[in-house]
T-cell receptor, first 117, second 115 residues
Framework: AQKITQTQPGMFVQEKEAVTLDCTYDTSDQSYGLFWYKQPSSGEMIFLIYQGSYDEQNATEGRYSLNFQKARKSANLVISASQLGDSAMYFCAMRDRSKAAGNKLTFGGGTRVLVKP | EAQVTQNPRYLITVTGKKLTVTCSQNMNHEYMSWYRQDPGLGLRQIYYSMNVEVTDKGDVPEGYKVSRKEKRNFPLILESPSPNQTSLYFC??????????????FGPGTRLTVT
């Protein structure tokens, strides 16, 4: 069965510093996708970044980058130059192609980030 | 504007009183899902639908029903809500196919409290 593990329930980061959020996954499939979502206190789910299992380069989107290490089954999110608005809950999620299930995403438990001024 | 809408956004109800949370998307997506979010557990899929009149159970379907009579709508029904269904609920839609790059579009969430 698929599983996503986020081992950091919460963390503080100083404004303007970089922060790495850990995510490890477990799947027996060769084709899968990894996602990161941000959930601010208002509650909505905001898509941040995507990495395909066959992508050779790590994904980047502005200040977000994904450190993808396939052999270690990890997909850590790096936020550079943290801003106060980055304070939120962050979820790692995975979808694999063999599990039709309506494009189901399997989520980790989340990491709460608080950016200090 | 492409979006998924949910109503109500907030609901406080009592045990056993039937309720429906509506979900609608304007992107003509075939796939729709319901998730619930609980602390430490992330989001878990309740039910999903891959087309009109095609629905199936997700990981945590007990106590819920769904229907898909129209492509754009996917209501979540709690026939007899219980306190353990207190949660934050999300509806999501996506285009079909196995390409993993298709992200899901999430609604704004419905915060449900059952007393």
């Amino acid at each position: 069965a698929q599983k996503i593990t986020q081992t950091q329930p919460g963390m503080f980061v100083q404004e303007k510093e970089a922060v790495t959020l850990d995510c490890t996954y477990d799947t027996s499939d060769q084709s899968y996708g990894l996602f990161w979502y941000k959930q601010p206190s208002s509650g909505e789910m905001i898509f941040l970044i995507y990495q395909g299992s066959y992508d050779e380069q790590n994904a980047t989107e502005g200040r977000y980058s994904l450190n993808f290490q396939k052999a270690r089954k990890s997909a850590n999110l790096v936020i550079s130059a943290s801003q106060l608005g980055d304070s939120a809950m962050y979820f790692c999620a995975m979808r694999d192609r063999s599990k039709a299930a309506g494009n189901k995403l399997t989520f980790g438990g989340g990491t709460r980030v608080l950016v200090k001024p | 504007e492409a979006q998924v809408t949910q109503n109500p956004r907030y609901l406080i109800t009592v045990t056993g009183k039937k309720l429906t949370v509506t979900c609608s998307q304007n992107m003509n997506h075939e796939y729709m899902s319901w998730y619930r979010q609980d602390p430490g557990l992330g989001l878990r899929q309740i039910y999903y639908s891959m087309n009109v009149e095609v629905t199936d159970k997700g990981d945590v379907p007990e106590g819920y029903k769904v229907s898909r009579k129209e492509k754009r709508n996917f209501p979540l029904i709690l026939e007899s809500p219980s306190p353990n269904q207190t949660s934050l609920y999300f509806c999501a839609s996506s285009p079909p196919g196995g390409r993993p790059s298709y992200e899901q579009y999430f609604g704004p969430g419905t915060r449900l409290t059952v007393t």
